[in-house]
């Protein structure tokens, strides 16, 4: 399996023929993305590990107590979450952003008797009033009144009266919507090096700046965008555009003269409440700096193929290629994936782990 990734375009060819779309003109303008890590490792697990881990998770996700978890994850990233979480086996899990606690309910299922600590500003206690939530029993919160930014925890003391001596053996999740370089620095001065973040958006989407946007650069493979209004890549993604409610065309990448970073030429934080424009300049050394402390990036595949899913948000261009390929129907079916409802493969955004080290 590869370890790094952005996949630009493994256009599925069920999903040319169902949309009609050149064949040729497409492949054409494919673009394979690889981000760079130090010194090219890769994660030890194959598709077959993810296929057989999918055979085991979808009727784990049937028991699930929150059934319509909209704002918070859908299947895919669920079956990241646990699939990446019972791989490394951790003996903490941290997570910051809970909203209802359906991901810390993810993390329960991947390690029965792990410690969780769960950092959110409301504490999903409140949501069980109204309806279905998830409160966790061997669960630290650090929430409601007791509520503490990730980068505002003394991570020493925290760690030490949870009994937890060896930071490789702890497992870091970000689903808190903000700027992943802010939360990789803070990360890596505590010490921590698994991480897992969930909204790793493309260029031009989401609201906070990501480590895809920050590695989406010209002199990676398959990085960059061309603002040439004329030229192949504008006429693709504009089709795409078409299709896909979250492909962005050349519009939204493109500024007045120049080609825009993050989204619209800003590094979005805290769900898009504040933003600071950002300069080529700088957001190329944001990816160099990523590129220096990287061991592994790996992003989570889609679960299946659109033509599977019946998924209509994310552009599969710009993702790596489905666990499930299109035209698998047999193997969709056998995994159990076709007794799910189609609204929960609406949700993937690139879901990436990484594990990351100062530099050397
Ligand atoms: C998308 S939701 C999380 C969804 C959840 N992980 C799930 O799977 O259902 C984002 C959560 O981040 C919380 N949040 C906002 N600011 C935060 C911060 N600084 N640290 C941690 N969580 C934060 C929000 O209150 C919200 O509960």
Same mark, same amino acid.
């Given at each position: 399996?590869?370890?790094?990734?952005?996949?630009?375009?493994?256009?599925?060819?069920?999903?040319?023929?169902?949309?009609?779309?050149?064949?040729?003109?497409?492949?054409?303008?494919?673009?394979?993305?690889?981000?760079?890590?130090?010194?090219?490792?890769?994660?030890?697990?194959?598709?077959?590990? &993810?296929?057989?881990?999918?055979?085991?998770?979808?009727?784990?996700?049937?028991?699930?107590?929150?059934?319509?978890?909209?704002?918070?994850?859908?299947?895919?990233?669920?079956?990241? &979450?646990?699939?990446?979480?019972?791989? &490394?086996?951790?003996?903490?899990?941290?997570?910051?952003?809970?909203?209802?606690?359906?991901?810390?309910?993810?993390?329960?299922?991947?390690?029965?008797?792990?410690?969780?600590?769960?950092?959110?500003?409301?504490?999903?206690?409140?949501?069980?009033?109204?309806?279905?939530?998830?409160?966790?029993?061997?669960?630290?919160?650090?929430?409601?009144?007791?509520?503490?930014?990730?980068?505002?925890?003394?991570?020493?003391?925290?760690?030490?009266?949870?009994?937890?001596?060896?930071?490789?053996?702890?497992?870091?999740?970000?689903?808190?919507?903000?700027?992943?370089?802010?939360?990789?620095?803070?990360?890596?001065?505590?010490?921590?090096?698994?991480?897992?973040?969930?909204?790793?958006?493309?260029?031009?989407?989401?609201?906070?700046?990501?480590?895809?946007?920050?590695?989406?650069?010209?002199?990676?493979?398959?990085?960059?965008?061309?603002?040439?209004?004329?030229?192949?890549?504008?006429?693709?993604?504009?089709?795409?555009?078409?299709?896909?409610?979250?492909?962005?065309?050349?519009?939204?990448?493109?500024?007045?003269?120049?080609?825009?970073?993050?989204?619209?030429?800003?590094?979005?934080?805290?769900?898009?409440?504040?933003?600071?424009?950002?300069?080529?300049?700088?957001?190329?050394?944001?990816?160099?700096?990523?590129?220096?402390?990287?061991?592994?990036?790996?992003?989570?595949?889609?679960?299946?193929?659109?033509?599977?899913?019946?998924?209509?948000?994310?552009?599969?261009?710009?993702?790596?290629?489905?666990?499930?390929?299109?035209?698998?129907?047999?193997?969709?079916?056998?995994?159990?994936?076709?007794?799910?409802?189609?609204?929960?493969?609406?949700?993937?955004?690139?879901?990436?782990?990484?594990?990351?080290?100062?530099?050397?």
């Amino acid at each position: 399996m590869r370890a790094v990734g952005h996949l630009f375009v493994a256009l599925a060819a069920s999903e040319i023929g169902r949309r009609g779309l050149g064949v040729r003109r497409l492949i054409r303008s494919a673009r394979l993305m690889a981000t760079r890590s130090k010194h090219g490792k890769t994660v030890d697990w194959t598709t077959k590990d &993810l296929l057989l881990g999918l055979e085991e998770f979808v009727p784990i996700y049937e028991t699930r107590p929150i059934k319509n978890n909209m704002y918070g994850m859908g299947f895919d990233h669920s079956f990241g &979450l646990w699939f990446i979480t019972r791989w &490394l086996k951790p003996d903490l899990m941290i997570e910051s952003g809970a909203f209802k606690g359906h991901s810390t309910w993810v993390l329960r299922q991947a390690m029965p008797n792990s410690r969780i600590i769960s950092l959110t500003p409301r504490h999903p206690m409140k949501y069980l009033k109204k309806g279905p939530a998830y409160v966790d029993e061997n669960c630290t919160y650090f929430a409601g009144n007791e509520f503490l930014d990730f980068g505002s925890v003394e991570w020493g003391t925290v760690l030490k009266n949870h009994g937890v001596t060896d930071l490789s053996r702890v497992v870091v999740f970000f689903d808190d919507h903000q700027n992943e370089l802010k939360r990789l620095k803070q990360a890596l001065k505590a010490g921590f090096s698994n991480l897992i973040f969930e909204d790793n958006y493309d260029t031009g989407t989401g609201d906070h700046y990501s480590l895809r946007q920050i590695c989406d650069q010209f002199y990676i493979q398959g990085g960059g965008h061309s603002c040439f209004e004329d030229g192949d890549e504008a006429r693709v993604r504009s089709v795409r555009k078409k299709y896909w409610e979250k492909a962005v065309d050349t519009l939204e990448l493109c500024g007045p003269g120049e080609s825009w970073w993050g989204v619209r030429g800003y590094m979005r934080d805290d769900f898009n409440l504040t933003n600071k424009p950002i300069s080529y300049t700088q957001h190329f050394q944001n990816s160099r700096y990523v590129e220096s402390v990287l061991d592994v990036y790996w992003e989570l595949p889609p679960v299946a193929g659109p033509s599977l899913t019946h998924q209509t948000r994310y552009d599969p261009a710009r993702a790596p290629s489905p666990i499930v390929e299109d035209g698998r129907f047999g193997l969709f079916q056998s995994v159990g994936l076709s007794r799910l409802e189609t609204s929960v493969f609406n949700g993937y955004t690139q879901m990436v782990y990484v594990k990351v080290s100062e530099k050397n």
